[in-house]
């Protein structure tokens, strides 16, 4: 007898169905569960969304555009320049900050060489 099994992934959320055959192994005479993916489920309609043809992937169906049909709204495309300019900025003064820490850590290492020195006559 089969039926359909749904497992939501903890982490993402993802909810996925399986079809489910529960059949008795000749061999060792015990229940065992056989499990067949079907797909997703599309958390609006909870439908099942089927999954892929082997080797490829089932993004668009999930809502996913493809950029080549969308086209981006111009205050979008501002603020993501605006985000990209602050990344920058934010790297650069994290360069700073990594010099700054190494130059402190070779004058920490030039002190404590010193007391060490003292401390050895």
């Known amino acids: 007898m089969a039926s359909i099994v749904y497992i939501t992934n903890k982490k993402t959320g993802v909810k996925y169905a399986y079809r489910s055959e529960y059949f008795r192994d000749p061999e060792t005479n015990k229940p065992k569960t056989k499990r067949e993916y079907l797909g997703r489920v599309d958390p609006e309609t909870q439908k099942i ?3 892929a043809e082997d ?5 668009s169906k999930l809502g996913a555009v493809d950029p080549k049909d969308s086209v981006m709204p111009k205050e979008v495309s501002e ?3 605006q985000q990209r300019e602050e990344i920058e900025r934010l790297n650069k003064v994290i360069e ?3 010099k700054e820490a190494l130059k402190t850590k070779k004058a ?3 002190i404590r060489d010193a007391m060490n020195e003292q401390l050895d006559d």
């Open 49 to 51: 969304i089927p999954k």
């Open 79 to 81: 603020v993501i320049a």
């Open 55 to 59: 080797g490829k992937r089932n993004r």
């Open 108 to 110: 920490f290492t030039k």
């Open 96 to 98: 700073d900050l990594r």
